[in-house]
């Protein structure tokens, strides 16, 4: 009996474990996604103002 138990839930805990750090994956991903845009969005307006600045110079 424990010698088909015990594979078993070595099996699920692996599953299990897999699962939560995919999960983890997901999450982080979804922040760094959101991190990303809005450094873009900084990005252009950084660029928008500097392409007035340089357009007032000349």
Known sequence: MLSVLLPNLLIL???ILF????I?????NKIN???N???QQ??????????????EQK
């Not at 900084?42 to 357009?55: G, W």
């Open 42 to 55: 900084l990005l252009r307006e950084i660029l928008k103002e500097v392409q007035s600045k340089d357009l």
């Open 33 to 35: 996604r959101k991190q």
């Open 19 to 22: 699962l939560y750090y995919m």
């Open 13 to 15: 805990s692996a599953i």
């Open 37 to 39: 845009e809005e450094t």
């Open 24 to 28: 983890i994956l997901i999450k982080e």
